[in-house]
């Protein structure tokens, strides 16, 4: 079964780091894009970041822009997530999900495999 | 590019149709997916390029729609499609979800 795995949320103060880690199995994991999505308990989803197959391409929520950093790891098979500067704001449950397409000059087919997500709390 | 759904809630009975509705700010051709999310779960897709069914899901629902607005419709509720639906533009970064529209038995 097709599978995500999200780990490194935890409870980290305003202004520090963290970095959330994706583990993906049983899918050729360098032929799609991959996001980061979140989602406050209660409330809506909000996309965060995309990167292409290949990392050629990335794009970020502009709530995020400038302190979170999108990568991957194909020869592994992780996505990560590196967050800066955290902000209470930031305090949600965060996805890793599978895109449908490439990414590529857009190319996105929607997100059909999730994780069950990590939890990121920024408080002091 | 935002998206509005509406309704934002919805009561329902089982074996009703209904219909949920998603405006983009900005034209975005077909690039738009919907979503199901139940309590405590991630997110599923639905549908992906507007209309197009995801593998495995009934075809009691369907999309319609180009260019700014678009429908998901569910031909008759069944008792496990009370959730929480989502439109999401997928034409360019960022991508952007809609508010949600929250399915309720009446």
């Known amino acids: 079964e097709v599978q995500l795995v999200e780990s490194g949320g935890g409870l980290v103060q305003p202004g520090r780091s963290l970095r959330l880690s994706c583990a993906a199995s049983r899918f050729t994991f360098d032929d799609y894009a991959m996001h980061w999505v979140r989602q406050v308990p209660g409330k809506g989803l909000e996309w965060v970041s995309g990167?292409?197959?290949?990392?050629?391409?990335?794009g970020y929520a502009d709530s995020v822009k400038g302190r979170f950093t999108i990568s991957r790891d194909n020869a592994n098979n992780f996505l990560y997530l590196q967050m800066n500067s955290l902000r209470a704001e930031d305090t949600a449950l965060y996805y890793c999900?599978?895109?449908?397409?490439?990414?590529?000059?857009?190319?996105?087919?929607?997100?059909?495999?999730w994780g069950q997500g990590t939890t990121v709390t920024v408080s002091s | 590019i935002q998206l509005t759904q509406s309704p934002s809630s919805l009561s329902a009975s089982v074996g009703d149709r209904v219909t949920i509705t998603c405006r983009a700010s900005?034209?975005?051709?077909?690039?738009l997916a919907w979503y199901q999310q139940n309590p405590g779960k991630a997110p599923k897709l639905l549908i992906y390029?507007?209309?197009t069914l995801q593998n495995g899901v009934p075809s009691r629902f369907s999309g319609s729609g180009s260019g700014t607005d678009f429908t998901l419709t569910i031909s008759s509720l069944q008792p496990e499609d009370f959730a929480t639906y989502y439109c999401q533009q997928l034409n360019s970064y960022p991508l952007t979800f809609g508010q949600g529209t929250k399915l309720e038995i009446k």
């Open positions: 900005q034209y975005i051709r077909t690039y």
């Open positions: 390029t507007a209309s």
């Open positions: 990167i292409s197959w290949n990392g050629g391409s990335v």
């Open positions: 999900a599978k895109d449908r397409g490439r990414g590529n000059q857009g190319g996105f087919g929607g997100m059909d495999v």
